[in-house]
């Protein structure tokens, strides 16, 4: 499949720690995008990172890209329960092609 | 609008009936996606278009799945002679353009077949 797996499936920690999520994926990309969902509601774009890039933040995110492997993470810091949601990654292969989604991290952050 | 309308937000058909769900994009972009998404998964492309045609509709399940976009705005996803496996929340997204990056999305329409 050349869609994004994400890991760990589901997450739960203490509001103030910081959660990591990881995405790997099996072909080239043009770029991989990071989404959010609350529960019953649509996505959300959190953050975008091009195949020539390494590393991006935005606020309390920071997202990594290591085309050689593959693999890319989200790294939530300083969590809050409001970040309880579930995170997907996306890629992108360029051209006319569409975004392929993973299957998702369920993050819980406990007060 | 705003962001991306769809509508209905809920829908409880019996199974064989016909299916119409509308998207309402955000004005201005001529990319526009359709998505499914089961309890617990991701979304799963479905089509999209770039402009009134339908760049890419290889996610489409069988031929009872069709969308048109006939003025390159509004889109409608059809369901013919729905089954109770087409039960999911269809999500419907648009871009400025295809690859240019973000997708926006609405807030999906909730479709049970019973």
């Known amino acids: 499949s050349q869609q994004g797996e994400e890991d760990p499936q589901a997450l739960s920690i203490q509001e103030g720690e910081n959660a990591t999520m990881n995405c790997s994926y099996k072909?080239?990309?043009?770029?991989l995008q990071w989404y959010r969902q609350n529960s019953g509601r649509g996505l959300v774009h959190l953050i975008l990172?091009?195949?020539?890039?390494r590393e991006k933040h935005s606020g309390r995110l920071r997202v990594t890209l290591d085309t050689s492997k593959k693999s890319s993470s989200l790294l939530i810091t300083a969590s809050r329960a409001a970040d309880t949601a579930s995170y997907f990654c996306?890629?992108?292969?360029?051209?006319?092609?569409?975004?392929?989604f993973g299957k998702g991290t369920r993050l819980s952050v406990i007060a | 609008g705003a962001g991306v309308s769809q509508t209905p937000s809920n829908k409880v058909t019996e199974k064989g009936k016909y299916v119409e769900l509308r998207c309402d994009p955000i004005?201005?972009?001529?990319?526009l996606y359709w998505y499914r998404q089961s309890l617990g998964q991701g979304p799963e492309f479905l089509i999209y278009?770039?402009?009134?045609?339908?760049?890419?509709d290889s996610g489409l399940p069988n031929d009872r799945f069709f969308a048109v976009r006939p003025e390159g705005s509004v889109s409608t996803l059809k369901i013919q002679r729905t089954e109770r496996g087409d039960s999911a929340v269809y999500l419907c997204?648009?871009?400025?353009?295809?690859?240019?990056?973000?997708?926006?999305f609405g807030e999906g329409s909730r479709l049970t077949v019973l």
């Open positions: 997204a648009s871009s400025l353009r295809q690859g240019t990056g973000e997708l926006f």
């Open positions: 072909t080239s990309i043009n770029n």
């Open positions: 990172i091009r195949s020539n890039e």
């Open positions: 996306a890629i992108l292969k360029g051209g006319n092609t569409p975004l392929v």
């Open positions: 004005s201005g972009h001529t990319a």
């Open positions: 278009f770039q402009g009134t045609g339908a760049a890419d």
